[in-house]
């Protein structure tokens, strides 16, 4: 029996049962299975459908997708489909698409639409700009340790090693061969066309040395003036900086700020670097799974980074928090309420940091991940979360 990716569907079922007449928008990394799900709904919805993709050699423009648009309105029945993937390939996207969709709202055409995209900083981009009010969003994170699962079987220690891509998982048992998968048909996707597609990339080998920097600190806080240093071409921290955000963009790494009530100290503070899929730091690392197992402080950054990663996918707001030699791992805020992520190994260790942080902010709750006496146990936090 095929996978299916609930947390794709079910959003896509409930928002289209509904007769408000909005864009839905999937947005996501590549490789997550945007397209996938997108084939499996079609093959359940009941009505006429149009799937067409702007991910082609040479990047159509606003009158390929008028006329795509033109073609679906011909389609007939009660509540046809169109379904545009890679939306954000279209330059001027949001504008041709606010412009189409008006149209149909003001002829009331039943046409429903499904846009889908792999770049966040450019579809946010679009629909602020052009498409408010006229969209629901929906997020296509990688993938959990539970779907991992379900999916394809595996234990703890694949996953945190793998990660989640489940068109790698066929190759996780020839180490070199699953590390050219990420870097070649993944990776080098991404930042050699998907990225330099849609925004101006002035030193390519620097971004790319950006990109395996930054994956070499999983769950660390590091200054971009140290990050500078460690680079081979020269640069300046702004395009540092730039760079970092077109990374994030694309869902690859995360690069969380520290918690503090005051924002101003929150955009000045150091990054905390999550890459969003573990899969990514140990592909560009290059030390076979077995290795990395026996390197137990390494290991134990990918299982504070899986935990980062977790939360970050889940779409928690989360943050550090530290303080000389004091720290919290992780910092989630829901509303109002603060919680303080403790993430150990082993025996476990002391946790200052986490003392210091509920004198501080007593109202706080304590969740301790992993390792002796901890709440959840990483199994039980990485399947069900807390």
């Known amino acids: 029996m095929t996978f299916k990716r609930e947390k794709i569907l079910s959003p896509l079922r409930k928002n289209l049962a ?9 947005v996501g990394p590549r490789q997550v299975g945007k397209t996938t799900a997108i084939h499996q709904f079609l093959e359940e919805w009941p009505e006429p459908k149009y ?4 991910d082609q050699l040479t990047p159509p423009d606003t009158k390929w997708l008028a006329e795509t648009w033109r073609q679906a309105r011909k389609l007939t029945g009660k509540m046809p489909l169109l379904v545009i993937d890679e939306i954000q390939k279209v330059p001027r996207w949001s504008e041709a698409v606010k412009m189409l969709h008006d149209e149909d709202i003001r002829e009331k055409r039943a046409l429903r639409v499904i846009l889908l995209g792999s770049s966040a900083l450019l579809l946010q981009r679009g629909m602020q700009e052009s498409l ?7 997020q296509c994170p990688h993938w959990s340790y539970q779907e991992r699962r379900q999916a394809f079987g595996g234990s703890l220690d694949q996953f945190l090693f793998y990660g989640g891509y489940p068109g790698a998982v ?26 330099p597609a849609v925004h101006r990339i002035d030193q390519p080998a ?16 590091i200054s971009l003036q140290k990050l500078l240093g460690q680079l081979q071409d020269g640069g300046s921290i702004n395009t540092l ?48 799974f077995e290795e990395t197992l026996r390197d137990r402080p390494f290991y134990g950054r990918l299982i504070e980074n899986a935990v980062g990663a ?46 210091t942080f509920l004198r501080r902010y007593p109202t706080t709750r304590p969740i301790r991940i992993g390792g002796a006496n901890a709440d959840l146990s990483m199994e039980q936090f990485l399947k069900h979360g807390f």
């Open 241 to 288: 900086a730039n760079y970092l955000d077109l990374i994030a963009g694309a869902f690859l790494v995360e690069p969380i700020r520290k918690y503090s009530p005051r924002a101003i100290r929150v955009r000045t503070s150091s990054p905390k670097l999550i890459s969003r899929d573990n899969g990514l730091i140990t592909a560009l690392r290059g030390v076979p």
């Open 18 to 26: 509904r007769p408000v007449h909005v864009l839905q928008i999937l």
């Open 310 to 355: 977790a939360l970050i996918n889940a779409g928690e707001t989360v943050f550090y928090w530290s303080e000389r030699d004091r720290e919290v791992d992780f910092i989630v805020q829901r509303g109002d309420d603060l919680f303080a992520v403790e993430v150990t190994t082993g025996a476990g260790h002391p946790t200052p940091g986490l003392k």
């Open 170 to 195: 066929p190759f996780i048992d020839d180490f070199v061969t699953w590390k050219e998968y990420i870097q070649n048909s993944l990776l080098e996707t991404v930042i050699g066309r998907d990225i």
């Open 51 to 54: 799937y067409a993709t702007a």
């Open 206 to 221: 620097l971004f790319r040395q950006t990109l395996a920097l930054v994956c070499r600190h999983p769950a660390e806080i």
């Open 132 to 138: 408010a009010g006229r969209f629901q969003l929906i």
